[in-house]
C-alpha cells in the first residue's frame, strides 16, 4: 500500500497508530467515560463527529493563514474552531435527543479539551494532508478513538463482576487495562509494508 | 463579577497543596495526554514539566489580573485565548533553545493549551484569588505536575533505555525493557504508580482507623 | 488600556438584564485582549525566528557534513521542470544540496528522502557522489521507530556499511536507474546497490531502501546532465 493512500491513512490511523492507544490523545474522555457502554458509544459518536467537522474548518482556514502569511494565529484559530463545533453538536443533541444530551451532561462541552481533536487538527497540519486525506484521517482518529472507548467500556463493565483487590479500583485499573489495550494493538504495526 | 471573597493571605498551603494532597496529575488525574507521551525520557519530562508552568503561572497571573473586567458569558473563551497565546509564545522559545527538544516533544508542546489543568486552575483559582497568590498556587501545581512526570520519565527511562537523563547507567550489557519507552509502557508506569499511591493511601487510612478506635474517617 | 476598557464598561452598563453584561462590553474586553495577545505572539516570533532560522541552518550543516565527508561548504538548490535554481528565489521543488570542498569544486551531492516505516516516517538524507556514480552515506533526520529495534537503522555499523558505496547508476536511457536499490534479506547481500537488512528490523531496513530508492529515481536521472552546471562553487562577492 502507498504510504499516502486513503486506505493506508485509515487503517494506519484506526489500528497502528490509535489515536488514543498509541498517541495518547483524548485520555481524559477514554479514563473518565468509559465506565459503561451506553455512555461511552454516545461520547465515541459525538468526538467523531466532531472531529470531522474541526478537521474540515481547520483545513480551510490552514489554507486562509498560510495565504495571509499569519500562521502563528494557528493554535488560536483552531481552538475557536473546535469550540465552535462542540457548540454545534450541543445544540443539535439537545433539540433532536435531549435524553442523550443529558446523559453525556458535563462530558459534552468537555469534548473542547479534547486533546485528540487539537492533536487531530495539527498532525493533518505538520503532515500537510489535501483535502480527501485529511477527511480520511479525521475519520479514522474518530474511528480509532470509538473504537479504544468502546472495547475500554465493554472490559470496565465486565470487570464490574469480578472481585479485584480494592486498590486497584478506579483509576489505575482502566490505566492498566488501557495498558493492555495498547499492547495488543502494538500487533497491527507494519501495515505498511502489505 | 467574581468576588474575592477568600482569604488574601498566601500561605505554605497555597503552594504546597499542587504539590501531593492536590496533584494534578496523580490526584486529580487531569493533564493525562502529555504525562503518558513525552515521559519516554526524563529530560523530556523535565521540559514538558517547566514548560506547562510557564504556562500555567503566566495565564494564571493575567487572568487574576482581568478576571474583574472578564464578563461572566465569555470568561471561559478569554482564558483560552490568554493560555493559547502563552503556549505559542513557549512553542517558539523551545524551538529557539534547542531544536532536538523541540523535535522530541512534537506537537505536545501546543496541545498544552488544551491541558485540564490549565483552564481548570484558571477557573477555579485564578479568577478568585490575588495574583500573587495564584501565581504562587500555579508554581505549586506546576512543580506538582513536573514531580509527577518526572516519576515516570525517571522510571521509563530507567528501565526502557537504562539511563537517565541520557547518562548511561547499566552499560552495554543491560538488556532495556523496550516496553516501557513504548506506548504501553507509559500507561503501565503510571497505573503503577496510582497503585502504590492508592495502597500507601488505605494503608494510612486503614492505621488512623487504628488508632481512632470507632472514630470513622472522612475521606 | 485596561483603564480605559474598565471606564466604558461602566458607563455602557445601562444593563437591562440583571447580571447579564451588555454585549458591546463583552467584545470590548474580547477584542482587547485578543489584540494584547496577537501583539505579544508577533513580538515573539520575530524576535525568536532569526534565531530558529540558525538552529535549523546548523542542524543541516551538521547532516550535509555527515554525508558527504569531504564537504566544507555547501550551496542549496531547488530542482524544478529539469532546471536547477538557486534555493531562496520564491521557486518551488526538490531540494537538492550540493558539497564544495576547499577549492570550491563539487565533491558530492545531498538530497532528501522519506518514506513510511515501523511507527511513522523515516526521514533521510543521503549523500550521493558523481564521481563513482554511488550514495555514500544517509543520515536519518527524523524517525519514530522502535528504540533497540528499529533505530538500528542509526544505531548498527553493518547496516552503515551498505552505505559507503551504494550503486546508484544512471540506466542507458537517462530515464531511471539501471538497478534499482532494494533491500534484501539479511545475509543475501549480493549486488552493490542492494541494501542488507537488519535482522529483526526488517520493516525500518525496508523503509531506507524504499525511501532511497523512490528519491534516487526521480532525482539522479534529471541530475546527471546538470552537474556542469553546478560543478563550481560560485563566489558570492
Known sequence: MQSDSLTFIFLNTVLANNFVLAMFLGLCPFLGVSGKLNTAVPMGIATMFVMLVSSVCAFAINKVLVALDIEFLRLIAYIAIIASAVQLVEMGLKKYSPSLFRSLGIFLPLITTNCAILGLALFQTFKEYNFSQSLVYAIGAGTGFFLAIALMAGLREKLLLSSLPSVTQGAALSLMLGGLLSLTFMGFAGLGSL | ?219 | MINKSDSKVHSLATVPIPGQAPSISMMVVLSSIAMVSGFLVVLISQLTAPIIAENQRRAIERALVQVIPASVSHEEFLLQDGKLLPAGESATGESVYAGYDANGELVGIAARAAAQGYADMIHLLYGYDPACECIRGIRVLKMAETPGLGDKIIKDANFQANFDALDARVDMQQMALANPIITVKHGSKQHPWEIDAISGATISAKAVGKALNQSAQMLLPQLQPLMQQIGRQEQQP
Open chain 2, 1 to 219: 463579577m467574581s468576588q474575592r471573597k477568600s482569604d488574601p493571605r498566601i500561605t505554605w498551603d497555597s503552594f504546597a497543596e499542587g504539590l501531593w494532597k492536590n496533584n494534578p496529575v496523580f490526584v486529580m488525574l487531569l493533564g493525562m495526554c502529555p504525562v503518558l507521551a513525552v515521559t519516554n525520557s526524563a529530560m523530556n519530562a523535565l521540559a514538558m514539566g517547566l514548560a506547562t508552568t510557564f504556562v500555567l503561572v503566566a495565564s494564571g497571573y493575567l487572568v487574576s489580573l482581568l478576571s474583574r473586567f472578564i464578563p461572566r458569558q465569555v470568561r471561559i473563551a478569554t482564558y483560552i485565548v490568554i493560555i493559547a497565546t502563552f503556549v505559542t509564545i513557549i512553542d517558539y522559545v523551545i524551538q529557539a533553545i534547542s531544536l532536538d527538544l523541540y523535535n522530541s516533544l512534537g506537537a505536545f508542546i501546543q496541545l498544552i493549551v488544551v491541558n485540564c489543568i490549565i483552564l481548570g486552575r484558571a477557573e477555579a483559582y485564578a479568577s478568585k484569588h490575588s495574583p500573587l497568590k495564584s501565581v504562587v498556587n500555579a508554581l505549586g501545581m506546576g512543580a506538582g505536575f513536573t514531580f509527577a512526570l518526572l516519576c515516570l520519565g525517571s522510571v521509563r527511562e530507567l528501565l526502557g533505555a537504562g539511563a537517565l537523563f541520557g547518562f548511561d547507567l547499566f552499560g552495554a550489557q543491560f538488556q532495556p525493557w523496550i516496553v516501557m519507552v513504548l506506548p504501553p509502557g507509559g500507561f503501565l508506569v503510571l497505573g503503577a504508580w496510582l497503585l502504590l499511591f492508592d495502597w500507601l493511601k488505605q494503608r494510612r487510612e486503614q492505621k488512623q482507623l487504628a488508632i481512632s478506635g470507632e472514630q470513622t474517617n472522612a475521606v
